[in-house]
């Protein structure tokens, strides 16, 4: 297997501009997570979907942060309108049988 | 309540010493427990897991961990590292609805 894909790997954008991140989890993995990780906060839970259906969102910072799961191989996270402040790294993951997590390896966002 | 801790943020050692880092947990029931590793601008690699069974876990690259209840830790070893070992390693607990909870992680440096 391949392993969690995600897409781009480096993003530079302006403030202001939309920002979409994606991600491919691993074939038959059932739950995926949305992670950002920066030097001053370390690793954050964002979202995590299950099925397809999104069931914990209470990490997503504020309403400019989006996430969606439209099928079982791919999930976007999408920011709009980006700010410096997002700047970070953003991993995706998916749950494997005995509830470990295989992560991406990540997208750095750079906002400037 | 239910949380990781990892006392160390960093701990250098001796390339072909014997290494040992710290996770204490906090958690009502049988632990689903895991180690991580990351290396500089990688992703998560699951090391080692443990749920069940034989209290001491191996893992890969050379690295094993030994679960005791009675002092609420999961200690990550390895008997002679080597300069690749330099990374962040995190400790992690499965939550409630498959969610990780993270340790603060501690950084490896290796002296030459």
């Known amino acids: 297997d391949a392993g969690v894909i995600q897409s781009p790997r480096h993003e530079v954008t302006e403030m202001g501009q939309e920002v979409t991140l994606r991600c491919k989890p691993i074939?038959?993995?059932?739950?995926l997570f949305w992670y950002r990780q920066t030097m001053m906060r370390g690793l954050e839970l964002l979202i995590y979907f299950n099925n397809n259906v999104p069931i914990d969102d209470s990490g997503m910072p504020e309403d400019r942060f989006s996430a969606k799961m439209p099928n079982a191989s791919f999930s976007t996270l999408k920011i709009q309108p980006s700010e410096p402040r997002d700047s970070a790294v953003y991993f995706c993951?998916?749950?494997?049988?005995?509830?470990?997590?295989?992560f991406g390896p990540g997208t750095r966002l750079t906002v400037t | 309540a239910q949380s990781v801790t990892q006392p160390d943020i960093h701990i250098t050692v001796s390339e072909g010493a014997s290494l040992e880092l710290r996770c204490n947990y906090s958690?009502?029931?049988?632990?689903?427990l895991f180690w991580y590793v990351q290396s500089p601008g990688q992703g998560l690699q699951l090391l080692l897991k443990?749920?069940?069974?034989d209290t001491l876990v191996q893992g890969i690259k050379g690295f094993e961990a030994e679960f005791k209840r009675s002092q609420s830790s999961f200690n990550l070893r390895k008997p002679s590292v080597h300069w690749s070992d330099a990374a962040e390693y995190f400790c992690a607990l499965r939550g409630g609805n498959y969610q990780l909870i993270w340790g603060a992680g501690t950084k490896l440096i290796i002296k030459p």
């Open positions: 443990y749920f069940s069974g």
């Open positions: 958690y009502g029931a049988t632990p689903y």
């Open positions: 074939s038959g993995h059932n739950s």
């Open positions: 993951a998916s749950l494997g049988p005995a509830y470990e997590q295989y």
